[in-house]
T-cell receptor, first 113, second 114 residues
Framework: DGGITQSPKYLFRKEGQNVTLSCEQNLNHDAMYWYRQDPGQGLRLIYYSQIVNDFQKGDIAEGYSVSREKKESFPLTVTSAQKNPTAFYLC????????????FGSGTQLSVL | QQPVQSPQAVILREGEDAVINCSSSKALYSVHWYRQKHGEAPVFLMILLKGGEQKGHEKISASFNEKKQQSSLYLTASQLSYSGTYFCGTEERAGGTSYGKLTFGQGTILTVHP
């Protein structure tokens, strides 16, 4: 079955540490996205990519970095510059077509120790 | 800028109806609706592509007023399984790299009691 896989489901970060969240899809989608969700709030776009080796900043990119070396993979690194990283992170993918729905992964809950 | 959803929360008894609104300040190409249970991924409900379009999904339907950049989600004869947070996601009419890129509202928490 095609889908989008995020790992790990839970992640803990120490002060000053960088952590990387994994996102893999086998849907052959060109576009991939990272969203951050805080309690009681909507999804805010961190980064997105529409083609390998290219990505654009979303609304809240500071303190995060991404790479897109393969079409299937779009890992997100939460750097030590992100002072408030505790949140639920969702990865999504879609075709680059107008009005196309997003397919979401199951999410990663990141907490600070 | 995020679309604005209203109300922020709704409490219903089984069988009652509800309307959730989504309003944007941008010219929109499409509006998407998702439902999310706590700690899970959002589940796709429907997309509205044309001004004035109405779509239905079981007892859940929606409309899109292109002129006002507003969409409404209608839940009729609510069931316990409808509980969750409902999000609208908007896709701007501008082209280029905005294709497929959604901006989400802050969500509406719907609770259905027996």
């Amino acid at each position: 079955d095609g889908g989008i896989t995020q790992s790990p489901k839970y992640l803990f970060r120490k002060e000053g540490q960088n952590v990387t969240l994994s996102c893999e899809q086998n849907l052959n989608h060109d576009a991939m996205y990272w969203y951050r969700q805080d309690p009681g709030q909507g999804l805010r776009l961190i980064y997105y990519s529409q083609i390998v080796n290219d990505f654009q900043k979303g609304d809240i990119a500071e303190g995060y970095s991404v790479s897109r070396e393969k079409k299937e993979s779009f890992p997100l690194t939460v750097t030590s510059a992100q002072k408030n990283p505790t949140a639920f992170y969702l990865c999504a993918s879609s075709r680059i077509v107008r009005g196309e729905k997003l397919f979401f992964g199951s999410g990663t809950q990141l907490s600070v120790l | 800028q995020q679309p604005v959803q209203s109300p922020q929360a709704v409490i219903l008894r089984e069988g009652e109806d509800a309307v959730i609104n989504c309003s944007s300040s941008k010219a929109l190409y499409s509006v998407h609706w998702y439902r999310q249970k706590h700690g899970e991924a959002p589940v796709f409900l429907m997309i509205l592509l044309k001004g004035g379009e109405q779509k239905g999904h079981e007892k859940i339907s929606a409309s899109f007023n292109e002129k006002k950049q507003q969409s409404s989600l209608y839940l009729t004869a609510s069931q316990l399984s409808y509980s969750g947070t409902y999000f609208c996601g908007t896709e701007e009419r501008a082209g280029g790299t905005s294709y497929g890129k959604l901006t989400f509202g802050q969500g509406t928490i719907l609770t259905v009691h027996p």
